[in-house]
């Protein structure tokens, strides 16, 4: 296969010798405003998943957050926490994602890869070896919201070993003491959640989410991305300028099983018209 003028297997080459934020400020050309998106593996099956990154690719979506499941997954609210429950029932394995993940970013080079997950996953994987499969695969970073940091030595001198980049979350909770370090310790760029607690519930953007993403701003000179509540094409226009990346995560799978995969196709078609 072909795109833009030269093999797939040459293009993947190209983009993983640029490091995620490299890459992130590469694609601002494109889009100021790129969107990631989030897939459960596993959950409804893997066919689907691979139906849903085919449309995101469709659709111009710039990174895909693919998330291991895990019995506890304390940064998910109710809908994710069911289709985590659902894919274990279903007998979904760490190999299983992994070798799927193979397969997406071989497929889709130009599209950033990365993995979701628990830090109980990967300690039971093996660390080391878990972060190193990650890159040989063409995983990018790593979203661990438990791993804190100056508690997973381990893990971040892995990250570092194997060039994959760990991505670290922040809150408008966050004081700007704390912000200094994460930025710091992040790599490919600071994830924002938009407000305190769970992902799933909306989110009202407006004045708090000005000063936060301010602050962040003002300490930091990574990419930002802004989660947890993004539902409407109205979101994203209020986050044009103010952030890099802005992640749907939960209003997609309502989607999904509400309207199946041709009210996704629409739902991201909607949003693709806000993003420029």
């Known amino acids: 296969m072909m795109r833009n003028g030269k093999p797939l297997s040459i293009e993947k080459a190209d983009n993983l010798k640029l490091s995620l934020a490299d890459?992130?400020?590469r694609k601002r050309?494109?889009?100021?405003?790129q969107m990631m998106t989030h897939q459960i593996l596993g959950y409804p099956d893997f066919h689907t998943n691979y139906e849903m990154i085919r449309l995101f690719h469709e659709n111009g979506v710039e990174l895909v957050e693919l998330q291991l499941p895990f019995s506890e997954p304390i940064a998910d609210g109710p809908v994710f926490l069911q289709a985590n429950q659902a894919s274990l029932v279903n007998g979904t394995t760490t190999r299983q994602c992994m070798d799927f993940a193979r397969r997406v970013a071989s497929e889709f080079p130009d599209m950033i890869f990365l993995f979701m997950t628990y830090y109980n996953v990967i300690v039971q994987y093996g660390?080391?070896?878990f972060v190193q499969d990650c890159a040989d695969i063409g995983i990018e970073g790593l979203?661990?919201?438990d791993a804190y940091p100056e508690e997973s030595s381990p893990f971040m001198e892995a990250c570092s070993k194997y060039k994959v980049a760990?991505?670290?979350?922040a809150t408008p909770y966050t004081t700007d003491s704390r912000?200094?370090?994460l930025s710091e310790q992040t790599q490919g760029f600071i994830y924002c959640a938009a407000r305190k607690g769970v992902t799933g519930a909306k989110t009202s953007f407006g004045t708090e989410t000005d000063e936060f993403l301010n602050r962040v701003?003002?300490?930091?000179t990574k990419p930002i991305a802004?989660?947890?509540g993004i539902q409407s094409g109205e979101d994203l226009q209020f986050l044009q300028g103010k952030c890099d990346i802005a992640i749907i995560g939960t209003q997609l799978l309502k989607v999904l099983e509400r309207e199946g995969l041709g009210g996704v196709s629409q739902y991201l078609k909607s949003m693709s018209a806000f993003k420029g």
């Not at 760990?166 to 979350?169: H, N």
């Not at 701003?217 to 930091?220: D, E």
């Open 23 to 25: 890459r992130v400020i």
């Open 29 to 33: 050309s494109e889009n100021p405003l």
């Open 127 to 129: 660390i080391d070896r």
């Open 143 to 145: 979203i661990v919201p």
């Open 166 to 169: 760990p991505i670290l979350i």
């Open 179 to 181: 912000l200094v370090y």
């Open 217 to 220: 701003r003002k300490v930091s």
């Open 226 to 228: 802004v989660g947890f």
